[in-house]
């Protein structure tokens, strides 16, 4: 029995050691694998391309590295009569508006016009009672004729008075009497007079007329209602004149000239408008500081509206055969500006100094000022980060073109 319980150990002791030898063999197996996988990884990394503005952050080797761009990256240093603009902004409003008021009190019976509507100047927009004021004016009207009646009565008896008086029948106090009678009754007549056209201008007043030509931006009244005195009934736009309002900083102020000339773009509106500076106010606002200018739109075909919002640039000044490049070459370090340029088949980086940045052939040109550039000498038109000075440019897609103004391109570094 004790043989027996000692080679059952044994056995269990080999089962044991055999079963910790596998896992082992197997764990050292998954090792092996994922230090193979990683290998693979890291080789495959080193042998892609990386982007140009990567390269420049990232250590350098020892080989000469290679940036690669297409035509369109790629602009020329040239001349160009550049316009100095000035960003503009606002919303516009109408020239000429109204809002049509009530002279006379009274209840609407026709309302002719409702929002939208296009009128005529002087046509007929709505009516109120005029019954009332006709009575009125019927009797002035009353009132004139007797008045009128008495003035001829009295003048009758100031002509025969005068007759008398120079004969001697009847005295100068008479006369004077007779004088004075006329005298008010011509009065009363004007009086009379007076009161009947005031009452034919409240029967006029009971149409509602439109002031001058126009659309109906908004309607205050239904027919049945009760208008008081000055109470607002219509609002008239003229949309065939609108100016635009828009804040120019206190520092620009000075270069804005009435007349200057302003393109400004609206949505929906496919092309420009060309506008002219009209007004400046003569006093800043007492928040932002700045100074309103408006800026009067023509719109003949009546596409835009009021309210509507409309960005611009103002063009305060031309400089002609200026040298330039894209504005958006044009890297800026604090104080201190550069562009990069193609020298010799590599990329260097020029420091540069600018000067006036504006538009020529719609797009964004910077002046430089006695640039260590030649004419027509390449330059990275866009915006592609840091790249690595010294690296050798190669052109991809049209090699063999010219550099022309195209989608921009990423420029990429490769190590050899």
Not at 57 to 70: G, L, N, R, W, Y
Not at 135 to 148: D, T
Not at 332 to 350: F, M, N, Q, R
Not at 356 to 381: C, F, H, I, R
Request: with cysteine; hydrophobic share 45%.
């Amino acid at each position: 029995m004790r043989y027996r319980a000692a080679c059952f150990q044994i056995r269990s002791l080999a089962m044991h050691s055999s079963r910790k030898r596998n896992i082992l063999i197997a764990v050292i197996i998954v090792v092996i694998v994922l230090a193979l996988s990683i290998a693979h990884t890291l080789r495959k990394r080193t042998s892609v391309t990386v982007p140009a503005s990567a390269s420049a952050s990232t250590p350098s080797s020892a080989d000469e590295s290679v940036i690669e761009f297409t035509p369109g990256d790629l602009s020329s240093l040239t001349r160009h009569t550049l316009s100095e603009t000035l960003p503009l902004t606002g919303s516009l409003r109408a020239v000429t508006q109204a809002a049509v008021k009530a002279k006379v009190a009274g209840s609407a019976l026709d309302v002719r016009a409702r929002e939208g509507d296009t009128v005529k100047a002087g046509q007929i927009l709505a009516t109120i009672d005029a019954r009332d004021y006709t009575a009125r004016a019927e009797q002035s009207r009353g009132q004139m004729a007797a008045m009128a009646g008495q003035l001829d009565i009295a003048k009758q008896t100031l002509e025969n008075n005068r007759v008398l008086v120079e004969k001697g029948f009847i005295s100068k106090n008479a006369f004077d009497t007779a004088q004075s009678q006329y005298a008010i009754a011509a009065a009363n007549l004007a009086a009379a007079r007076a009161a009947l056209a005031s009452s034919n201008l409240s029967v006029a007043d009971t149409v509602v007329r439109a002031p001058f030509g126009g659309q109906i931006a908004s309607r205050s009244i239904e027919p049945g209602e009760r208008v008081a005195v000055d109470s607002k009934l219509f609002d008239v736009v003229d949309l065939t004149q609108l100016e635009l309002e828009a804040p120019v900083p206190v520092g620009e102020i000075g270069r804005v000239r009435i007349g200057q000339t302003v393109s400004i773009r609206f949505d929906g509106i496919d092309a420009p408008i060309a506008a002219t500076v009209t007004r400046i106010n003569p006093a800043a606002q007492p928040g932002s500081r700045s100074i309103m200018i408006y800026i009067q739109v023509p719109n003949p075909a009546t596409t835009l509206r009021i309210g509507m919002f409309g960005t611009g640039s103002l063009t305060v000044g031309s400089t002609p055969n200026a040298l330039v490049v894209p504005a958006s070459s044009v890297r800026t370090d604090g104080p201190s500006h550069s562009v990069y340029a193609i020298s010799g088949g590599k990329l260097v980086e020029v420091p540069v100094t600018t000067a006036a940045t504006g538009e020529a052939d719609g797009a964004s040109w910077t002046q430089l000022v006695d640039p260590p550039l030649k004419e027509g000498q390449q330059v990275v038109k866009n915006n592609l980060g840091a790249l690595r000075v010294g690296s050798v440019v190669r052109m991809t897609g049209q090699a063999a073109a010219a550099p022309a103004a195209g989608s921009a391109a990423t420029a990429a570094a490769t190590t050899q």
